[in-house]
């Protein structure tokens, strides 16, 4: 199905961001790691510029903001050990909030504008493969 073209009511309040979204296996190991998803046990975003790559990693107890200068627009050469990578182009709400506890998925959402509940990694790597009024996905 063919989604309509939004019209300038429906996006006065919005902003078009462009993300890659890239899926990992970490190599934390936590109690409820045993929980989730093999390939999908962390997440971050990180943003094509003219000047290389920026790089937005958070999870429980840190967080990093990087950027990468290299001429490879390639997010796969940046991380190798990616399971998934998503590029998406969403229309995000113009204000940025955390809805739960800062994890890595709970900082995609917020960056990526999504309201909608995913706990784990591959919940929002099936929310994201999904169409929704949030975001279109392709795959990389």
């Not at 990087?66 to 969403?90: C, G, Q, W």
């Amino acid at each position: 199905m063919v989604r309509p073209p939004l019209s300038l009511l429906e996006i006065g309040d919005r902003e078009y961001t462009e993300w890659y979204v890239l899926f990992l296996e970490s190599d934390f190991k936590y109690w409820w790691t045993k929980y989730l998803q093999p390939g999908f046990s962390h997440c971050y975003v990180v943003r094509w510029t003219p000047l290389g790559w920026l790089y937005f990693n958070w999870g429980l107890g840190y967080a990093e903001v990087d950027a990468i200068v290299t001429s490879t627009m390639n997010p796969r050469k940046i991380e190798p050990k990616a399971t998934h990578v998503l590029k998406v182009y969403s229309w995000r709400k113009s204000k940025l909030r955390m809805t739960g506890l800062p994890t890595c998925v709970e900082s995609v959402k917020a960056i990526l504008g999504i309201h909608h509940w995913c706990m784990t990694p591959y919940q929002l790597y099936k929310f994201l493969k999904k169409e929704n009024e949030y975001v279109t996905v392709r795959e990389v």
